[in-house]
């Protein structure tokens, strides 16, 4: 299928607009995450490998095909080292147009401690987010981490990588922005209540009055999701 040049044009400076807030947030350093969109259904547009994000312009990212090669892109760039990852993603995710591939600090953190991510502390995380799985460890840029992904991507729009960093999606790059930020924010907030002593929950009875008053925005199954493992936890 073509690619609409405005589509793609648009998206390049998306790409780079919302690169720019991740790197301002610290959410990526350096050279570090990738980010991909959905062209059509066959092309996508990435991030290049290596490239020190600060830097990069609309000029730099690449179109590659759905099985990672580059089809469009400045010769000497290749596409990013997670592309097999971003691929998986649309693979397994019809609904999903925009992939983030970042090293959060405090949500890595948690990956690090071994610690799962507290899902049960900040009502908005559920709301957004839900239950936010860890991956087991594999190393970077294999096929074998793409698959570590495969099965949690099916239901949850944030997964954590063991030792190494965040996969969150979204039908736009906003709504993939805005789960990296909710996931990154609530671990930030679970560290400092953790510094200050101890961490409150909150309570089943309060995760089921929240399902009941947000019950118009559908998250009964995340709620209901939330409860579920939680129980099994507790
Ligand atoms: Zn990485």
Same mark, same amino acid.
């Given at each position: 299928?073509? *690619? #609409?040049?405005? /589509?793609?044009?648009?998206? $390049?400076?998306?790409?780079?607009?919302?690169?720019?807030?991740? @790197?301002d947030y610290g959410l990526?350093r %350096?050279?570090?995450?990738?980010? %991909? @969109? $959905? =062209?059509?259904? #066959? $092309?996508?547009?990435?991030? +290049? %490998?290596?490239?020190?994000?600060?830097?990069?312009? +609309? !000029?730099?990212?690449?179109?590659? #095909?759905?099985?990672?090669? !580059?089809?469009?892109? !400045?010769? #000497? /760039?290749?596409?990013?080292?997670?592309?097999?990852?971003?691929?998986?993603?649309?693979?397994? $995710? &019809?609904? @999903?147009?925009?992939?983030?591939?970042a090293h959060p600090p405090y949500s890595t953190a948690l990956t690090i401690a071994g610690i799962p991510f507290p899902t049960d502390v900040i009502p908005e995380v559920i709301v957004l987010l839900?239950?936010v799985?860890t &991956?087991?460890?594999?190393? +970077?840029?294999?096929?074998?981490? &793409? =698959?570590?992904?495969?099965?949690?991507?099916?239901?949850?729009?944030a @997964?954590l990588?063991?030792?190494?960093g965040s996969?969150?999606?979204?039908?736009?790059?906003?709504?993939?922005?805005i789960a990296l930020e909710s996931m990154e924010h609530a671990a930030h907030l679970y560290y400092l209540a953790k510094s200050l002593g101890r961490v409150m929950p909150l309570s089943?009875?309060n995760?089921?009055? =929240?399902?009941?008053?947000?019950?118009?925005?559908?998250?009964?199954? =995340? *709620?209901?999701?939330?409860?579920?493992?939680l129980? %099994? !936890?507790?």
């Amino acid at each position: 299928m073509e *690619v #609409d040049k405005k /589509l793609e044009h648009r998206l $390049r400076k998306e790409i780079i607009d919302t690169t720019q807030i991740c @790197v301002d947030y610290g959410l990526i350093r %350096s050279s570090e995450g990738n980010i %991909s @969109v $959905r =062209l059509t259904e #066959d $092309r996508y547009l990435v991030t +290049p %490998s290596g490239i020190y994000k600060r830097r990069m312009k +609309p !000029k730099h990212l690449l179109i590659v #095909d759905q099985e990672g090669n !580059k089809v469009k892109g !400045k010769r #000497d /760039l290749p596409p990013s080292s997670e592309i097999q990852l971003h691929l998986e993603v649309y693979r397994q $995710r &019809a609904d @999903v147009n925009a992939v983030f591939h970042a090293h959060p600090p405090y949500s890595t953190a948690l990956t690090i401690a071994g610690i799962p991510f507290p899902t049960d502390v900040i009502p908005e995380v559920i709301v957004l987010l839900g239950e936010v799985p860890t &991956a087991p460890y594999a190393t +970077p840029g294999t096929q074998e981490l &793409a =698959l570590t992904i495969r099965e949690p991507i099916k239901h949850h729009n944030a @997964v954590l990588m063991q030792n190494h960093g965040s996969v969150t999606v979204g039908r736009t790059l906003e709504e993939a922005l805005i789960a990296l930020e909710s996931m990154e924010h609530a671990a930030h907030l679970y560290y400092l209540a953790k510094s200050l002593g101890r961490v409150m929950p909150l309570s089943e009875e309060n995760l089921k009055r =929240l399902r009941e008053t947000w019950y118009s925005r559908n998250i009964e199954q =995340l *709620v209901d999701q939330v409860i579920e493992s939680l129980r %099994s !936890k507790r």
